[in-house]
């Protein structure tokens, strides 16, 4: 799928430097702009009434406030503290003016916010060194704060496409199946997107499908190959191949799904076909976790069978490599587990994995229970310390 260009970003608008200077005094205000007259980009105001200073400068939007602390009508250290309060102000830098070195009052302006003390009049080239300081620092300020304004606004673009992108993937992931054979799953992604899919659908009257496959990686790569393995799968769009047949449906997608091609991405799969007529379960297994298939009639381990794998990863070898499939009977209510490794390969707060046989016993154990796939759930985020899981866990518990 193409995608239009992006639309070019424009450079950042430079800025102008601009200067407030409030103060009462008419021969002060000359002199400054006298000072700062020689630099044409520099924009000055002279605001005489402190009364009408906050309103000078949320008009003017200075990017340096030059301030006298000694004026008539208001204290210049409470017109500091007004300037911190209001919002268009709070972070322009200000200079204190005033005609002593007195470290108490020094004191008691910066710790109203104020950035920089002179004695006035200052040199010329203090004030004009000054004053480019401070403006160019809070223009940096400014276009950090747009930065990242521009990075939330992208983000938060980005996070709603994701979250209905994974919505998409879960709509895709099927009903319970109810009747004579029941189906049904539990899937809790590590991501928004995960890199698990499962499904299973009746092929005809007497062939279920049923199969779980686990893409490389997470996020937004892996979820696509999942879906696209999935769409095949259940779309039975691959030429030529008869999906009652595993593992002739496993070397059609390692043909159609090369890692050359899908970004160096591979992924495993168990694919099952159950025939209720001969209670015959046909599987290839290609690199994923062996699934389980439990008697009811039996006890202990002798109820438990493994379905392991001899195959490769789907995408590594090249087209044409034959897959082996395999068969077995199915008892009477017997039930099939399919899962992705996410489901076993859990750190535990020891830093040590829980072992795999370990796993085997814990569902061996607890093969007849009703809430066996969030029993097992809540289970593995207990030995993992809690919070979210570091892989995917997808689980089908299917009822024959």
């Known amino acids: 799928m193409t995608t239009p260009d992006a639309a070019p970003v424009p450079a950042p608008t430079e800025r102008p430097t601009r200067v ?41 939007s200075p990017t340096v406030i030059l301030q006298d602390l000694v004026m008539p009508e208001i204290d210049g250290l409470l017109l500091v503290k007004f300037f911190r309060a209001n919002p268009a102000t709070k972070e322009t830098p200000m200079i204190v003016l005033s005609s002593k070195e007195e470290p108490i009052i020094k004191a008691k302006a910066f710790a109203l916010g104020a950035n920089d003390y002179l004695v006035k009049l200052p040199d010329k080239l203090e004030l004009v060194a000054r004053v480019r300081y401070h403006s160019q620092a809070y223009r940096n300020l400014l276009e950090r704060n747009e930065a990242f304004a521009q990075l939330a606004e ?8 994701v979250n209905q992108a994974a919505r998409y993937v879960k709509s895709l992931l099927p009903t319970p ?24 659908h009746w092929i005809d009257t007497d062939h279920l499908a049923i199969y779980l496959l686990d893409v490389s990686g997470h996020g937004v790569g892996s979820s696509l190959l999942a879906v696209s393995a999935a769409n095949v799968i259940s779309g039975r769009t691959l030429p030529g191949v ?43 297994n290609a690199a994923h976790p062996a699934a389980l298939l439990f008697d009811p009639a039996k006890s202990g381990a002798e109820s438990l069978q493994e379905l392991p794998s001899d195959n490769p990863v789907i995408g590594m070898l090249p087209p044409g490599i034959p897959f082996d499939g395999a068969e077995v009977m199915v008892p009477p209510n017997g039930r099939l587990l399919v899962f992705s490794d996410g489901v076993f390969e859990i750190e535990q707060t020891d830093g040590e994995f829980w072992p795999a046989r ?29 919070g979210t899981l570091a892989d995917d866990f997808s689980i089908l518990d299917v009822r024959l």
Not at 27 to 47: K, N, Q, W, Y
Not at 362 to 385: C, F, I, K, P, V
């Open 20 to 60: 407030l200077l409030v103060d009462d005094q008419a021969i002060v205000g000359e002199s400054v702009r006298r000072m700062l007259a020689d630099d044409p980009t520099v924009e000055f105001v002279h605001c005489q009434d402190p009364a009408q200073a906050m309103a000078t400068a949320n008009a003017f």
């Open 154 to 161: 992208s983000q938060a673009h980005l996070a709603a496409e």
């Open 177 to 200: 199946l109810r009747g004579d054979i029941t189906a049904s799953w539990k899937f809790v992604p590590s991501t928004q997107l995960g890199g698990d899919m499962f499904g299973y």
């Open 242 to 284: 008869d999906f009652r047949e595993p593992a002739a449906v496993i070397a059609g997608l390692n043909d159609v799904f090369q890692m050359e091609r899908q970004d160096g991405k591979y992924f495993t799969i168990f694919y099952s076909v159950f025939v209720p007529s001969t209670r015959t379960l046909r599987f290839c």
């Open 358 to 386: 370990a796993f085997v016993d814990w569902l061996t154990e607890h093969a007849t229970d009703a809430n066996l796939m969030d029993s097992l759930y809540e289970h593995a985020r207990q030995l993992h310390g809690g």
